[in-house]
């Protein structure tokens, strides 16, 4: 369990990452029409969701069955999915449809950092393991 977490480290500090950024910049961002709450919220979603969908790949990848990983990197991509439009659904329902598009399309930049850098520690974790 110790190792998943060492492993995870990257995430965890993107996470503090984009927290200090954001409140360092938070009157330069409000200036230029981003919600700092959205900012947020949508960094920690995606910081859950990457912690869990991390998880669910690192506990398939230690299975011997090929079809084992690739039914946890379907699970972690359907929960994404499915929390993410549950989440869009709920901030359009809070404030009523009036979308907030820097606040949006900057928290889908943060969806590509998690994700890349999930599955960057991903393929490191499996080139090291053998029949991977």
């Given at each position: 369990m110790k190792e998943i977490f060492s492993k995870f480290l990257n995430v965890i500090v993107l996470f503090i990452f984009i927290n200090v950024v954001v409140f360092i910049?938070?009157?330069?961002?409000?200036l230029h029409g981003f919600e700092i709450e959205f900012l947020l919220i949508?960094?920690?979603v995606l910081f859950a969701l990457s912690f869990s969908g991390?998880?669910?790949?690192?506990?398939?990848?230690?299975?011997?069955?090929?079809?084992?990983?690739?039914?946890?990197?379907?699970?972690?991509?359907?929960?994404?999915?499915?929390?993410?439009i549950i989440s869009l659904s709920i901030y359009l329902?809070?404030?009523?449809g009036k979308i907030n598009k820097p606040s949006l399309f900057t928290s889908m930049g943060f969806y590509l950092l998690y994700?890349?850098?999930?599955?960057?520690?991903?393929?490191?974790?499996a080139h090291r393991k053998p029949n991977a």
């Amino acid at each position: 369990m110790k190792e998943i977490f060492s492993k995870f480290l990257n995430v965890i500090v993107l996470f503090i990452f984009i927290n200090v950024v954001v409140f360092i910049f938070k009157e330069f961002l409000q200036l230029h029409g981003f919600e700092i709450e959205f900012l947020l919220i949508a960094n920690l979603v995606l910081f859950a969701l990457s912690f869990s969908g991390f998880f669910i790949q690192m506990k398939a990848l230690k299975s011997n069955n090929i079809n084992a990983f690739i039914r946890g990197v379907y699970s972690s991509l359907i929960l994404k999915i499915f929390i993410v439009i549950i989440s869009l659904s709920i901030y359009l329902f809070i404030i009523r449809g009036k979308i907030n598009k820097p606040s949006l399309f900057t928290s889908m930049g943060f969806y590509l950092l998690y994700t890349s850098i999930e599955v960057i520690q991903l393929m490191k974790f499996a080139h090291r393991k053998p029949n991977a």
